[in-house]
């Protein structure tokens, strides 16, 4: 399993007792509110919460049940990978649901918020209208049929990577197209041959590019109704741009974080790399992973592709706060939920960056000065926090292993992204269909 900070990845994470005391006042003025074990249970305001949560944001929860002493509150840790199975439990025998549940993995709000899970309680009347404007535009992603079900914890926009030391040393200008980027590609391969700008065998082009390109795999057009269309030019441009820097060996077939690419880094020979926002403290940073030398990595605005007018980008991770309809202390849950995710406080010393604009800025004040980085990576990240292409949305189903089975397997067995196509449209149709979702191809 590879490593992925956002999600299962157990880091301590302090905050600020004198902040969380502002959310005493919030749950004081809830009047109705408590925990919920039943579907349909009354609303009691000392009802306790019962919390669920990973080991990264338990501190978080523990930090507001200590400066909130009246709240009751039950903290527990739980395995993700039986999250699905343990809901469907508790719709069986109507009890046990979390009033709070940290998600690791956003692309459940379309599975939570439907009528198969009954689990989502719509947050649009329970979050502060100018709270919610605080987040811009990424709880787009927690939003289905115009209802809010889910806040976002972080946000992992992709940006573009590179090393400033060696495209100073190279003459290079750093690409703001995807145009000038396979340009750049070429010469690379024919100047530096070894060198990288990029991988392409891993789910996470998807990410990177096709998400950012507007492919739509996902791209939901009503309830249970989605549009798939491989053909169309916003995925074959993908294609078009990366399967000449394949095979002239810039990008490379292997993923981020495979060993020969984890090698490769180690020897300094990574130009550039388009990658989440937290690749730069988990992937580049670590002596155990790319281990490059401070002062040396520094971060960009992501490329625009042909006849954008906007450089949008994708996201590899950031997780979410669910809220249960079931829940007997509805507003005390989901002012739990608020602070979690937009408590300056708390999210100032976050390991990734935080999805709520004004905690975002307390956060990023302390990596501007980072010495690790040749130059402040945060206007970049700034820029693409705001630019996550809003043409896909999550769906009851995961795309991630259609990817790997289809795009991935034919990149690392030295074929193209053109030929895995064809074969994703096919899986993701099938995959989409079983979810009882109608399929659009067009």
Not at 52 to 71: C, H, I, L, M
Not at 79 to 105: A, E, R
Not at 133 to 155: A, H, P, S
Not at 364 to 375: Q, R, V
Request: overall charge neutral; proline content about 7%; charged content about 15%.
């Amino acid at each position: 399993m590879h490593f992925v900070p956002w999600s299962r990845t157990a880091r301590r994470i302090t905050a600020t007792a004198a902040v969380v005391v502002v959310s005493a006042v919030v749950l004081t003025g809830c009047s109705e509110t408590g925990t919920g074990t039943s579907a349909g249970s009354a609303q009691d305001s000392n009802a306790p919460l019962l919390i669920w949560t990973d080991a990264t944001r338990q501190p978080g929860f523990e930090a507001f049940q200590k400066a909130n002493p009246s709240v009751k509150m039950k903290i527990e840790t739980y395995d993700p990978t039986v999250l699905i199975s343990k809901l469907q439990l508790f719709n069986q025998t109507g009890s046990g649901w979390p009033d709070v549940l940290f998600d690791p993995s956003p692309n459940d709000v379309a599975a939570f918020s439907s009528s198969t899970f009954n689990y989502a309680q719509d947050l649009t009347d329970l979050i502060p209208r100018d709270v919610q404007q605080g987040f811009g535009t990424v709880n787009g992603e927690c939003t289905v049929g115009g209802k809010l079900y889910c806040l976002k914890n972080d946000i992992a926009q992709t940006v573009l990577w590179y090393d400033k030391t060696l495209m100073d040393q190279f003459g290079y200008t750093v690409p703001t197209t995807f145009d000038e980027y396979a340009a750049l590609g070429k010469k690379v391969a024919a100047e530096h041959p070894g060198y990288l700008i990029g991988t392409a065998g891993f789910k996470f082009i998807y990410n990177d590019f096709l998400w950012s390109s507007g492919c739509p795999l996902q791209a939901v057009t009503g309830d249970k109704q989605v549009t798939i269309n491989t053909k169309d030019p916003t995925c074959t441009r993908v294609a078009d741009t990366l399967d000449p820097l394949i095979a002239a060996g810039v990008l490379s077939r292997s993923g981020p974080f495979d060993t020969d690419v984890i090698a490769t880094a180690k020897e300094g020979k990574i130009l550039m790399m388009p990658g989440a926002s937290w690749y730069g403290d988990y992937v580049f940073k670590p002596a155990a992973s790319y281990a490059l030398p401070a002062g040396r990595l520094a971060a960009a605005p992501y490329m625009s592709w042909p006849g954008e007018t906007k450089a949008y980008s994708g996201a590899s991770g950031g997780g979410v706060y669910f809220v249960s309809k079931h829940s007997a202390n509805l507003k005390g849950a989901a002012a739990v939920a608020q602070w979690m995710s937009t408590d300056p406080g708390f999210q100032a010393t976050a390991p990734t960056y935080p999805a709520y604009g004004p905690a975002a800025e307390k956060w990023a004040a302390a990596k501007a000065t980072d010495p690790f980085y040749a130059t402040n990576p945060v206007p970049a990240l700034q820029a693409q926090a705001q630019l996550i292409n809003p043409a896909d949305k999550y769906t009851e189903y995961v795309i991630d292993d259609p990817i790997t089975a289809t795009i991935v397997a034919k990149v690392k067995a030295g074929g193209t992204i053109a030929s895995g196509l064809s074969d994703l449209q096919m899986q993701l149709e099938q995959l989409a269909k079983t979810k009882g979702y109608t399929v659009r191809t067009q």
